[in-house]
C-alpha cells in the first residue's frame, strides 16, 4: 500500500510569489488534514478534509492560505502571496473515513513533508 | 481544549544509552500516537497506542490513559534517533473533527 505522498519535498520562493502544495493521500481514505510545523515550534493543525468538504478548517491562519481537495482525491494547499513567516515544513496526513472502520480512533499517516522556504 | 505535555523538552544522550519520554494529557483521549521528526524534516509514525504497551525493536511504549500519561522508551540509542519525538492526541471533545493535537515535543540528541 502507498504511504501518503507529497510534492515538491523542498520549494524555494521569493516574497509575494505562490506556491501549491500537493498531497495524494492512501488510496481510500477519506479524512485528509493538513499540518505545519513553523520555525521549529509545534505541529499546528491547519485544517481537515472528509472526502471533498471541509470538515475543520479553524487552524487556517489567514486568507493567504487555500486549500483545496476536489473530487474528494488529492489535495493542494496555496499560498498567496507567500510570506516570510510562511517558511516551515507543511505535512499532510490522511485516516479511514466513517463507514471504513471506527475512524474517530483511526491513526494519521503523514507523508514526507513539504519543506517551504521563503526568501 | 485539550493540553498535551511533553517532557523533557530536550535529551542529550551518548550513544548506547537508554532513554524515557514522557507525554501527559489533560484529559481522557481515544488515540494516542508516537512520531519521530528525523534531522530531514520527515515525520515517521512510531505507535499508535492509545492504551496498553507495543514494542517495535528498541523502541517501545506504554499508554496509561486512566492516569492521562504515555511513555516512550529508546533502548541502546543510535546516533539516528536523533530529531523530535512527538506526542499527538486526539481531543475526543473536539467535534468538528478528528484531527490531532501535537505536543511541543522532546528533542534527543545521540552523539557517538
Known amino acids: 500500500e502507498a504511504g501518503v505522498t507529497q510534492f515538491p519535498s523542498h520549494s524555494v520562493i521569493e516574497k509575494g510569489q505562490t506556491v501549491t502544495l500537493r498531497c495524494d493521500p492512501i488510496?481510500?481514505?477519506?479524512?485528509l488534514y493538513w499540518y505545519r510545523r513553523v520555525m521549529g515550534k509545534e505541529i499546528k493543525f491547519l485544517l481537515h478534509f472528509v472526502k471533498e468538504s471541509k470538515q475543520d478548517e479553524s487552524g487556517m491562519p489567514n486568507n493567504r492560505f487555500l486549500a483545496e481537495r476536489t473530487g474528494g482525491t488529492y489535495s493542494t494547499l496555496k499560498v498567496q502571496p507567500a510570506e516570510l513567516e510562511d517558511s516551515g515544513v507543511y505535512f499532510c496526513?490522511?485516516?479511514?473515513?466513517?463507514?471504513?472502520?471506527?475512524?474517530?480512533?483511526?491513526?494519521?499517516?503523514f507523508g514526507n513533508g513539504t519543506r517551504l522556504t521563503v526568501t | 481544549g485539550i493540553q498535551v505535555e511533553q517532557s523533557p523538552p530536550d535529551l542529550i544522550l551518548q550513544e548506547g544509552a537508554n532513554s524515557t519520554l514522557r507525554c501527559n494529557f489533560s484529559?481522557?483521549?481515544?488515540?494516542l500516537q508516537w512520531f519521530h521528526q528525523n534531522p530531514w524534516g520527515q515525520l515517521i509514525n512510531l505507535f499508535y497506542i492509545p492504551s496498553g504497551t507495543k514494542q517495535n525493536g528498541r523502541l517501545s511504549a506504554t499508554t496509561v490513559a486512566t492516569e492521562r500519561y504515555s511513555l516512550l522508551y529508546i533502548s541502546s540509542s543510535q546516533t539516528t534517533d536523533s530529531g523530535v519525538y512527538f506526542c499527538a492526541v486526539r481531543d475526543p471533545l473536539w467535534q468538528a473533527g478528528t484531527a490531532l493535537i501535537f505536543g511541543k515535543g522532546t528533542t534527543l540528541s545521540v552523539s557517538s
Open positions: 484529559d481522557s483521549v481515544n488515540n
Open positions: 496526513a490522511s485516516s479511514q473515513g466513517l463507514g471504513q472502520s471506527n475512524s474517530y480512533n483511526s491513526p494519521l499517516h
Open positions: 488510496s481510500g481514505h477519506d479524512n
